[in-house]
């Protein structure tokens, strides 16, 4: 099992998004979650190139700081909206390792959320998504709400992922612990 934090980046995560708060809370409560219980955590980040709000170079393009990876946690780079493009070698790195069991949160539900839900599936892996730890803004087609809601509670569940509490995921992440490494054991 791992935990797939897709798009947590300055330039997208902040008030307007729907539920912000909530979402915030419940993205933190999982990162600490899988941080204690040994799940690896994988972070993809969007680069829409030179010169736009998600440039590479730019803060924007940074992880929102309250989600920042830590030395040694993966990141993954796209220009596309699924973050299991090939572009990415997510796919290959998750088949290198066996995982099959993803946790995924982050934003924008309706874009670049709903990709990855979806190519995931396609690929055959397992993709969980916790309740309320993906979020968007209103588009001209939905507001925030019902796009969340659209894709959380009709589209995905029971077609391309298995929708959970972040409880059930926590509980999800307990059993499936791992032991972390420690400093040494003192024996030389």
Request: charged letters at 25%.
């Amino acid at each position: 099992m791992i935990l797939l934090v897709v798009d947590t980046q300055r330039g997208c995560f902040y008030e307007k998004l729907f539920a912000f708060e909530t979402v915030k809370e419940n993205i933190k409560k999982l990162i600490a979650e899988a941080r204690k219980n040994g799940i690896e955590i994988c972070y993809v980040q969007h680069d829409d190139g030179p010169g736009t709000d998600l440039d590479k170079g730019s803060s924007n393009y940074e992880v929102f700081d309250e989600f920042a990876p830590l030395p040694g946690e993966k990141r993954f780079e796209k220009n596309v909206n699924s973050a299991f493009h090939p572009m990415t070698g997510l796919s290959e790195y998750l088949r290198s390792k066996n995982e099959s069991d993803i946790i995924t949160i982050g934003v924008s539900t309706d874009y670049c959320m709903d990709a990855t839900v979806k190519c995931g599936f396609e690929q055959g892996f397992h993709i969980i998504i916790p309740a309320y730890a993906n979020s968007t803004y209103d588009n001209p087609y939905f507001d925030k709400e019902t796009a969340y809601k659209y894709f959380n509670e009709f589209m995905w569940p029971k077609r391309y992922a298995k929708t959970v509490s972040v409880e059930e995921a926590i509980e999800m992440m307990k059993n499936a612990a791992r032991p972390i490494p420690s400093a040494g054991n003192g024996m030389c």
